[in-house]
C-alpha cells in the first residue's frame, strides 16, 4: 500500500502509512467514520466491518500507522495509555511473576499493585537500570518483564536488547512503555522487545487535546491476542481521538527535533543555574545513563526532573512561572511542568518516593515548541524567586 513500504523514511511512513486517500471520494486525510455498524450487504456478506468495537476505519488507519512507525506486524489503539497497559497484562495469568522497572509511571505501580495483585499476580519492582537486577529478580513463574526508559521521573535508562534476550532466555516477554521517546528516537522492538506500548496522549498526539494508548507487537501472536482483548474487553479508541493522534503523527519528525534542541538548551540553563540542586536529564554529560542512551536511541528527548532543595522551593518556583504551565502530562507543544510527588507520583507511597529519590523539591518539565528564550526568561525569574 502507498506509503507502507519499509523502504520510505520515518517521516514520509508519518505522513503517509495506513493512509492512502479514501477510495470514494480521494479525501486526503482518512475521514472519522462516527458509526457503531455497518450494513451488511447480505445475510453472511459483510465488506470487512461489522461492529465498531471490533474494526473501525479511522482507528485501523492509526493503527496501521504506529505499526509502520514501530517497525512491527501490528498496532492496537486503546482508550488510554493504561488501558493499553491493563491489555499488555492480559498476556499473563494468576500464578504467574511479573519483573517491572521499579520506577515507573505513578499509574502503572497504582495498577499493578492495587487492582493486579488482588488476582494472584505477583510483582518484583527493580532498578532496570542494571540488568544484573532483572536477572536477580527471575524466578521460574516470570512470564513478563516491564520496562520504562528513560524512566519517570527519574530519568534512568535501561538496557532494551539486554533485557530482552534474558527474558526470552526465561521464557518471558519484553514490554516496553516508549511513551518518552516517541518511536521517532527509540524503536525497542528492532532492539528485541516483543511489545511497544506508547501513552499516545503524548508526544505521539502532541497537542494535549486527546487521550489514547496504542500496542505494538513484533509477531502475530500476539497481534491475534490484543485484537481478540481489543473485542472481548472493549476498551477501544474512538474515532475521533483516533483521527486527532494520526493528525498528530503526521509532525511527529518535526515537533521530536524542535523538543529536543529546546530541551537540551533548557537542560544546560538549569544544570549551570546556582538554585538548582541537580538536574536529571539523559544528555548532560555527567549522566549514568547517557552512553547506553547514545547506543540505544538517536535523541535524549526533552522531559528533564530537577530539584529545588526543598518542597517550600518547588512551590514558590511554580506558583511564579507564566509561560510554563503548572499541569500532569507531557509531551504536549506547550510546555508543561509538575511535582511529581504531589501530582503524578502520589499514588506512590511517601517511603518508596523517598527511595527512589522523587524529594518533594524535585520538578519534572516537558519542554514544548515555545521560543526557548521565552522559556529560559521565564525559568529565570521564577528561579529568582527561590
Ligand atoms: C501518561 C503515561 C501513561 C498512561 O497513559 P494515559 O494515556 O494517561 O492512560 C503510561 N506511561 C507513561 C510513561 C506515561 O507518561
Redesign the pocket.
Given at each position: 500500500m502507498k506509503g507502507d513500504s519499509k523502504n520510505l523514511g520515518f517521516s514520509t511512513r508519518a505522513v503517509h502509512a495506513g493512509q492512502p486517500p479514501d477510495p470514494t471520494t480521494g479525501s486526503v486525510s482518512v475521514p472519522i467514520y462516527q458509526t457503531s455498524t455497518y450494513a451488511m450487504d447480505e445475510l453472511g456478506k459483510h465488506k470487512g466491518f461489522e461492529y465498531a468495537r471490533v474494526q473501525n476505519p479511522t482507528r485501523s488507519a492509526l493503527e496501521a500507522n504506529v505499526a509502520s512507525l514501530e517497525g512491527g506486524v501490528s498496532g492496537h489503539a486503546f482508550s488510554?495509555?493504561?488501558?493499553a497497559?491493563s491489555a499488555i497484562l492480559t498476556l499473563v495469568k494468576a500464578g504467574d511473576h511479573v519483573i517491572a522497572s521499579h520506577n515507573v509511571?505513578g499509574?502503572?505501580y497504582r495498577f499493578f499493585t492495587q487492582i493486579l495483585e488482588r488476582y494472584n499476580l505477583s510483582f518484583s519492582w527493580v532498578d532496570t537500570t542494571d540488568v544484573a537486577n532483572i536477572e536477580a529478580a527471575m524466578t521460574d513463574s516470570t512470564r513478563l518483564v516491564f520496562l520504562?526508559t528513560p524512566t519517570?521521573p527519574m530519568m534512568g535508562v535501561s538496557d532494551i536488547a539486554a533485557a530482552a534476550e534474558l527474558a526470552h532466555a526465561h521464557d518471558a516477554l519484553l514490554a516496553v512503555?516508549n511513551?518518552?521517546m516517541s518511536p521517532y528516537f527509540q524503536r525497542p522492538l528492532a532492539l528485541g522487545a516483543d511489545i511497544v506500548m506508547h501513552?499516545?496522549?503524548?508526544f505521539l498526539n502532541g497537542h494535549s487535546d486527546a487521550?489514547?494508548?496504542l500496542l505494538v507487537t513484533a509477531r502475530e501472536k500476539e497481534a491475534e491476542w490484543f485484537a481478540f482483548v481489543q473485542k472481548s474487553a472493549g476498551a477501544v479508541l474512538g474515532p475521533f481521538d483516533s483521527f486527532l493522534i494520526l493528525r498528530g503523527i503526521k509532525t511527529l519528525a518535526v515537533r521530536m527535533e524542535r523538543h529536543e534542541a529546546s530541551g537540551r538548551k533548557v537542560a544546560e540553563f538549569l544544570n549551570a543555574h546556582d538554585k538548582v540542586v541537580r538536574v536529571l536529564y539523559p544528555g548532560l554529560p555527567d549522566h549514568p545513563g547517557r552512553e547506553l542512551q547514545q547506543r540505544q536511541a538517536t535523541g535524549f528527548g526533552a522531559l528533564i526532573s530537577f530539584d529545588l532543595g526543598s518542597h517550600a522551593g518547588a512551590k514558590t518556583f511554580l506558583d511564579r512561572l507564566r509561560v510554563l504551565t503548572l499541569a500532569e502530562?507531557?509531551g504536549g507543544v506547550e510546555t508543561l511542568i509538575s511535582q511529581p510527588a504531589t501530582m503524578t507520583h502520589a499514588s506512590v507511597p511517601a517511603d518508596r518516593r523517598a527511595e527512589l529519590g522523587i524529594t518533594d523539591g524535585l520538578v519534572r518539565v516537558s519542554v514544548g515548541l515555545e521560543d526557548v528564550d521565552d522559556l529560559i526568561a521565564d525559568l529565570t525569574q521564577a528561579l529568582d524567586a527561590v
Open positions: 488510554s495509555g493504561m488501558a497497559i509511571y499509574g502503572t520504562e519517570n512503555d511513551t518518552f501513552s499516545a496522549t503524548k487521550l489514547g494508548g502530562s507531557l
